[in-house]
């Protein structure tokens, strides 16, 4: 774990193997870049020292620019890193990714020191979220020097005005919570499945939850049977790994609304009988990416002590073709009672799903999300980087968008069209798993409407399909990894904080 500190001295004295400095184009008839943030503070003969040797080195001061100097004669610090932030104003966002960007391309040093605009709380905040969550890298089976892997800095220490004063601290403090939080769900959605089982998993929650007031409860397959839970024991069947579901509960004192968070917690999602396609599949170790976000948030939530109840489940099974598995024709009987016939043992998501919006409603929320790599077809609407969210309640869904605009994490408004509950209908139960067009036709939306069958008339509901940005397949950028991503975090630490403000 990376650690990050705040110090006071003049950023140049500050021991470190890099000193990152921010710059802005330099505007007018000039080229190049000049010093933005403390740097633009530094001694006159530094500052035109390092704004030449920038230039002539090709800097431009644009958001994603990223140079190194020399700093001989400038900084304590042998290197000096310069992170482009554009000309400006800067924005959390933009300060989260120019901090990510930067300690992103430090990977391979131990010890950062880190000089940019950070006036105030809002902005330390942004710059020492995105330093940590750009620090991230995944080292658990780094074993020898034979890969080109880097670990990230370890040790980042941040520039600013006055390292006791408490709204400062506050700031830092509210970072590192959050940090730590997104690369959990990180590590988690990186971990191989067979090191990442639903056992080891509830594991993970026990241990992360030790130590914090979050009370964790963990239903094993006997529980699992005996309490009816049908959905994530018909998709868990096929596996020698039992299914899990664990209930987190943080009830801090004097809370008096409640968020209930539930997460797809799919160790490995093979698709079961109805296999998937070999391509890519690896990327299935982290189809338990929405039960990492659930856990996230709520120790999260503890940690920086939020005065709101938030309980999280935790739907953990692995999707295994086997002689044991389900087939399609099979007919589950959900938690709470509705039957399902499974059509396709891929939309194992919505099963899990099922058991656990039905058991999360029992403690009576105010507001319930899930949070799921439910569909393909999310990939195929939102790309990448965009969270569809689908609601039974406007204000719920807009209040989501608004977190996550805040937070920094792309969310969009997705519509429940009512005429996609027919395709639902079964011969044989009450509900299908899969809609007559099947992958086709508004799969994500399709795949709503069948959780909404969950969900009782009046409860304030939201659906957050994290398919697309819960795993960067693709290059690293900004504070993002490529692999997990740990998405969702963030906004929900956003709402939940939200809903206190609102409320007072
Ligand atoms: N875990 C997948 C969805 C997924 C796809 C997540 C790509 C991340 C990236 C889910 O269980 C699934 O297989 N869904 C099916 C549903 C279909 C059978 C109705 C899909 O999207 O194809
Ligand atoms: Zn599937
Ligand atoms: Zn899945």
């Excluded at 990442?196 to 009370?215: C, K, N, W």
């Excluded at 999602?269 to 391509?279: E, H, L, V």
């Excluded at 948030?297 to 086997?322: D, F, H, Q, R, W």
Aim: one cysteine or more; glycine letters at 12%; a negative charge.
């Amino acid at each position: 774990m990376t650690t990050l500190t705040l110090s006071s001295a003049d950023a140049t004295t500050l021991t470190a193997d890099v000193l990152v400095i921010g710059t802005a184009p330099a505007g007018g008839r000039r080229k190049g870049a000049v010093l933005v943030g403390p740097a633009a503070s530094f001694k006159a003969a530094s500052k035109r020292r390092l704004e030449e040797s920038l230039t002539a080195l090709g800097a431009t001061g644009k958001v994603g620019d990223v140079v190194t100097v020399p700093g001989t004669g400038i900084s304590t610090a042998p290197i000096v890193l310069a992170v482009g932030l554009g000309s400006g104003p800067y924005d959390d966002e933009t300060l989260r990714r120019a901090a990510g960007t930067a300690l992103r391309s430090l990977a391979g040093h131990r010890r950062a020191a880190v000089a940019l605009p950070v006036e105030t709380p809002g902005a330390l905040t942004a710059v020492a979220e995105g330093a940590l969550l750009g620090a991230y890298s995944y080292d658990e089976y780094k074993v020898t020097s034979k890969s080109s892997h880097k670990s990230g800095v370890d040790r980042i220490t941040v520039a600013v005005a006055d390292s006791k004063d408490a709204a400062t601290v506050a700031a830092s403090a509210h970072a590192k919570a959050v940090a730590s939080g997104v690369n959990l769900a990180r590590d988690l959605v990186n971990a191989p499945s067979q090191d990442l089982t639903p056992v080891d998993f509830a594991r993970v929650a026990t241990e992360v939850s030790d130590g914090l007031p979050i009370e964790i409860e963990i239903l094993d397959e006997k529980a699992l049977t005996e309490g009816g839970y049908g959905g994530i024991l018909g998709v868990g069947r096929g596996s020698v790994n039992p299914p899990r579901l664990v209930r987190l509960a943080y009830r801090p004192d004097g809370a008096t609304q409640h968020l209930s968070l539930v997460g797809k917690g799919i160790t490995f999602d093979t698709g079961g009988i109805s296999i998937k396609p070999s391509m890519s599949m690896h990327e299935m170790k982290g189809d338990m990416g929405g039960a990492a976000a659930a856990l996230g948030t709520i120790v999260t939530a503890a940690k920086l002590g939020l005065a709101i109840n938030i309980t999280s489940y935790l739907c953990l099974a692995e999707n295994m073709p086997s002689g044991s598995a389900q087939k399609p024709g099979d007919v589950l009987r959900t938690y709470g009672g509705t039957t399902v016939e499974v059509l396709d043992t891929d939309a194992e998501g919505r099963l899990v799903l099922a058991d656990g919006l039905v058991r999360a409603q029992e403690d009576k929320p105010d507001i319930l999300i899930d949070i799921a790599t439910l569909t393909g077809a999310a990939v195929v609407a939102l790309g990448i980087r965009t969270t569809g969210i689908m609601a039974n309640d406007d204000d719920l869904r807009t209040a989501i968008h608004v977190a996550g605009n805040r937070a920094g994490e792309n969310t969009w408004p997705m519509p429940q069209p009512e005429e996609l509950r027919a395709n639902f209908d079964s011969l044989v139960a009450d509900l299908t798993n899969i809609g007559l067009v099947g992958r086709s036709h508004g799969g994500m939306l399709s795949a709503s409407i069948f959780l909404k069958e969950f969900v009782k008339p009046g409860q304030s509901w939201a659906h957050l399909d994290i398919a697309g940005p819960s795993y960067n397949s693709l290059s690293a950028w900004a504070y993002t990894p490529r692999g997990g991503t740990g998405v969702a975090v963030r906004t929900l630490t956003a709402l939940a904080e939200d809903l206190i403000a609102r409320q007072a």
